[in-house]
């Protein structure tokens, strides 16, 4: 990169985050509600004004390194010192927009501290994507400083109770601002409701961000269009809110063909996630009628799948994650949903009532032993797994694995169990390159597994056994289960605890990656894929305090489980 747009960059950066400080520093919070939501005035304002505040402006940055970051924040009068931390959201959407790899892009969070002017708290939310100079990254910089697609205001929510935040997210959906996505940080306890600005907002960002402390997903599932939002809004209107809000939810099935169609089709791939586009241009685009591909945006939009504007439609980030070539996607998990796990859970009554499941009731036989005999949905079937990858993200950086890389003396072996086409292994051997790997597999995915492990850093350190449970190789030091308990019923589950402990040497250590049932009644993922597995597979989900049982049968000990993305877990378990 020359010298002169090295300087000019720079130069950009200082003065980005220089206006952004000037801005968080002199903003009232009823002013800048009113001029987010034009509109907002009056009592309404009043009450918005009393149950949050501004909170901070986010800006992304491109820094060639963190000296010079340090130095622009100094030049502006933020603290040079505020602590960085990887920010794995920021830097999952810009892989997805710019179609790259996650792990090429250093992207860091800093919230330097700033005074309002009644010396209120608040901070600038720096985002620093790290752009040596000459890297092939400042193609990225030049379209997001253009475009700022990470800037954002942030309020939060002073008193945050279920009742509150649902008279916010209505506030807000009322003015014209449209849900785009959010989540709940079990390491922070909070969450997090994103929004896209009105159209005619009267200022220059395009998005906003409620902030709420505590575990708030169940208003969160309502905020992303699922099936409760619409019974908030009947309580709202003091309609009749029981028999709308089981309407409402008998209307389930629909979203999930919905989703499936979107998926089908390939309706994210023709859409936008920052301009819209008119649904006419949308119907040639992917080969549909006009009018029937209309009904079914609009009823995406109320999903918040995509959102409506003056252009047209255009793509939110829950949407993204149906795009067949994003980071992350989940459209084959859509297209299995809406396909033969959908058509089995017609048979949920059967399942119910005779215990066996749905799935071998409809095709005669179990979904495994149904899929070696259509390779065309077993491939479909293990694409689908792939999608929720990114619940692996955090368990290459479990103390296990870690202890196991750095242990003097010879290479440790990590061996996954019915570990698929090896995306888990793949990541916990491309994090830790001493370590080796061994994948036992069914022979008709190992092939699969063998590619694509042939593709990454791992593929050299890796070996493959074809076989089943019983097969499962001896003299690991690491061994893994995830996502393979749950398929099962518990005498299944033992037979197979069984085989690991037997192959298990006296050190080695067992990981398990399941969601676990909350001990209560508290809203959990688990408890909807325990319906799934009853009426699937014949298997279930489990609380901690059930796999440690299973693990003791097999003299194993549940030494403790740590959270993991998606309502997964880790359990770590190895001989007292």
């Known amino acids: 990169m020359p010298a002169t747009t090295t300087t000019a960059t720079a130069g950009d950066d200082a003065e980005r985050l220089s206006a952004t400080a000037g801005f968080v520093r002199e903003q009232d919070t009823s002013v800048l509600l009113s001029r987010v939501l034009p509109g907002l005035d009056g009592p309404e304002l009043r009450a918005l004004t009393d149950r949050c505040r501004f909170a901070h402006a986010a800006v992304l940055v491109f820094p060639p390194d963190e000296h010079a970051l340090r130095t622009d924040?100094?030049?502006?009068?933020?603290?040079?010192?505020?602590?960085?931390?990887?920010?794995?959201?920021?830097?999952?959407?810009?892989?997805?927009r710019h179609h790259r790899d996650p792990a090429d892009l250093d992207v860091w969070i800093l919230r330097p501290v700033v005074r309002g002017p009644a010396d209120e708290h608040r901070a600038v939310e720096v985002f620093a994507l790290t752009v040596p100079p000459g890297s092939d990254l400042s193609g990225i910089a030049a379209e997001e400083r253009r475009l700022d697609h990470e800037a954002h205001l942030a309020f939060d929510v002073t008193r945050p109770d279920p009742l509150v935040l649902r008279g916010l997210l209505a506030s807000f959906a009322r003015h014209g601002a449209a849900a785009d996505g959010g989540g709940y940080n079990p390491h922070e306890d909070g969450t997090v409701f994103y929004f896209t600005a009105p159209a005619d907002t009267k200022t220059a960002y395009r998005r906003v961000e409620l902030y709420a402390s505590g575990d708030h997903r169940d208003v969160l599932t309502e905020h992303l269009g699922r099936s409760l939002a619409p019974a908030s809004h009947a309580r709202e209107r003091g309609g009749p809110q029981p028999a709308?809000?089981?309407?409402?939810?008998?209307?389930?099935?629909?979203?999930?063909?919905?989703?499936?169609?979107?998926?089908?089709?390939?309706?994210?791939?023709?859409?936008?996630?920052?301009?819209?586009?008119?649904?006419?241009?949308?119907?040639?685009?992917?080969?549909?009628d006009p009018q029937s591909l209309a009904t079914l945006l609009r009823y995406l939009a109320m999903l918040g799948v995509v959102a409506e504007g003056p252009d047209g439609f255009r793509l939110t980030a829950v949407g993204a994650l149906l795009e067949g070539e994003a980071p992350g996607s989940m459209r084959s998990l859509a297209m299995m949903y809406g396909g033969p796990f959908y058509q089995s859970f017609a048979h949920l009554t059967h399942t119910v009532r005779s215990g066996q499941p749905g799935f071998e009731h409809l095709y005669g036989e179990n979904h495994f032993d149904h899929f070696v005999r259509d390779p065309e949905l077993a491939s479909l079937f293990d694409q689908s797994m792939v999608s929720s990858a990114a619940m692996f993200a955090p368990l290459p950086a479990h103390p296990v694995l870690t202890a196991a890389a750095t242990a003097p003396g010879r290479p440790r072996t990590v061996v996954d169990i019915a570990g698929g086409t090896g995306e888990l292994l793949g990541r916990v051997l491309t994090a830790h390159p001493t370590l080796r790997g061994i994948l036992l597999e069914r022979p008709q995915v190992l092939a699969a597994a063998r590619t694509h492990l042939a593709a990454t850093d791992a593929g050299g350190r890796c070996g493959y056994r074809a076989g089943d449970f019983a097969d499962v190789p001896a003299g690991g030091d690491v061994y893994i289960l995830s996502r393979v308990l749950h398929d099962w019923d518990d005498d299944r589950c033992r037979a197979i605890l069984r085989h690991c402990a037997d192959a298990m040497p006296r050190h080695a250590d067992l990981l398990i990656v399941e969601r676990l049932l909350p001990s209560d009644a508290t809203p959990s993922l688990a408890t909807a894929w325990d319906l799934h597995m009853m009426c699937n597979t014949g298997g279930r989900e489990r609380t901690a305090d059930h796999y440690a049982r299973l693990l003791e049968e097999h003299g194993l000990e549940l030494v403790g489980h740590t959270p993991l993305a998606l309502g997964a877990h880790a359990l770590h378990a190895r001989r007292p």
Request: hydrophobic residues 45%; neutral net charge.
């Open 244 to 288: 709308e809000t089981l309407l409402w939810l008998l209307t389930g099935a629909w979203t999930t063909q919905a989703l499936a169609a979107c998926a089908r089709l390939r309706l994210p791939e023709a859409m936008n996630r920052h301009t819209g586009t008119d649904s006419s241009e949308l119907a040639r685009a992917v080969g549909a």
């Open 73 to 96: 924040l100094a030049s502006c009068g933020l603290s040079s010192d505020a602590q960085a931390q990887p920010s794995v959201v920021v830097r999952e959407r810009l892989a997805a």
